[in-house]
Nanobody, 114 residues
């Protein structure tokens, strides 16, 4: 599985960004997809995850109500809509897909200015 992330950038606090992750390869084995982030000096953390079978989602408490993860099966993409962004959302965001192993896309940087 290959993952290509896009959509990061610089935004002011309160603004919105949409990240997308395009999957290719053995995508039929993907059991779940997600977004993680890693801020400078911090560990990588789960932001949001969506299960392929059934579409159930889960979110980090810090983003609940502001971020929405979704998938487009026709386009083999998973997106993360981020609204009401805060400076503490600044991080490198990574998309992830799990089959029997975990696959990672390249990071995309999100910077939220105050």
């Amino acid at each position: 599985v290959q993952l290509q992330a896009s959509g990061g950038g610089l935004v002011q606090a309160g603004g919105s960004l949409r990240l997308s992750c395009a999957a290719s390869g053995s995508i039929f084995n993907i059991r779940s997809s997600g977004w993680y982030r890693q801020a400078p000096g911090k560990q990588r953390e789960l932001v949001a995850r969506i299960v392929t079978d059934g579409g159930s989602t889960n979110y980090a408490d810090s983003v609940k109500g502001r971020f929405t993860i979704s998938r487009d099966t026709a386009k083999n993409t998973v997106s993360l809509q981020m609204n009401s962004l805060k400076p503490e959302d600044t991080a490198v965001y990574y998309c992830n897909a799990v089959t029997f192993v975990a696959y990672w896309g390249q990071g995309t940087e999100v910077t939220v200015s105050s």
